[in-house]
């Protein structure tokens, strides 16, 4: 009796230490997976991330591309107008009034960076106020109506 009781004893350990194998594997594999899931989220995540950096990184490169197209459009135009202004003998003063002149003097002697700059300044920085005391908003804003010149007669 005595070596069939160890024989029980010993079945009944195993089958608890399974049963507590299988409750700590389901604990322990729900962490898991949730850990597993968290990684993935994390790692797709980046990868979005780093596809966002690649498309701004082209986005940006497309957009200097376009600007220094401009840039040189911009400065085929103002030669013609300076070529025409010649052909056709304008005054002097219209040329600089048009600053034809000094627009290609200009484009031809300075760095793209200070052109960009001297053309802010000559076109005037411009202010998020309206004209109110000491650069604060004007109460009636919008409100008056402003001058209009007269309108020329419409045939």
């Known amino acids: 009796m ?3 009781s160890e024989l029980i004893f010993a079945l009944s350990g195993v089958v608890v230490g399974i049963i507590f194998g299988v409750f700590g594997y389901r604990l322990l ?4 997976r949730e850990s597993n899931l968290m990684q993935q989220k994390l ?3 980046e990868r979005q991330v780093e596809e966002l950096k690649a498309r701004m990184g082209t986005h940006l490169l497309d957009a200097h591309q376009h600007i220094n197209t401009l840039r040189t459009t911009a400065h ?3 030669q013609q107008l300076a070529q025409e202004a010649r052909y056709w003998q304008l005054d002097d003063e219209k040329l600089q009034r048009l600053n034809l002149s000094s627009a ?3 484009s031809s002697s300075e760095p793209s960076i200070l052109k960009a700059a001297d053309s802010t300044l000559e076109a005037g920085v411009p202010r998020d106020y309206a004209d109110g005391k000491s650069g604060t908003l ?3 804003f919008g409100l008056k ?3 209009q010149a ?3 007669p419409r045939y």
């Open 138 to 140: 004007s109460e009636d």
């Open 145 to 147: 109506e402003r001058e």
């Open 43 to 45: 790692l797709e995540s």
């Open 104 to 106: 290609t003097q200009k």
């Open 150 to 152: 007269p309108q020329p």
């Open 29 to 32: 594999s729900r962490n898991h």
């Open 76 to 78: 085929q135009l103002e």
């Open 2 to 4: 005595q070596a069939s």
